[in-house]
């Protein structure tokens, strides 16, 4: 919730066309988590698939990395 409202109050900051790149960003960004860092059972419910994705999202670039290369 706090990452779209961050990317809502940011869209109105930056130019039209930087939106659209940093729309590609976020779906290789929600890929990333969702195959490969998310567990199966983080999809048990609504609160563990929420208290997963915020671990993810936390630690993104400490414990979890996207290599580009």
Do not use: D
Request: charged share 15%; hydrophobic share 50%; glycine share 2%.
């Amino acid at each position: 919730m706090l990452i779209h409202l961050s990317l809502c109050v940011l869209s109105h900051l930056i130019p039209l066309h930087s939106i659209a790149a940093m729309n590609r960003l976020s779906e290789i960004l929600w890929r990333f988590v969702e195959y490969k860092y998310l567990p199966f059972q983080a999809y048990e419910s609504f609160e563990n698939l929420k208290k997963n994705i915020n671990k993810v999202l936390y630690n993104l670039g400490i414990k979890y990395m996207i290599n580009f290369l």
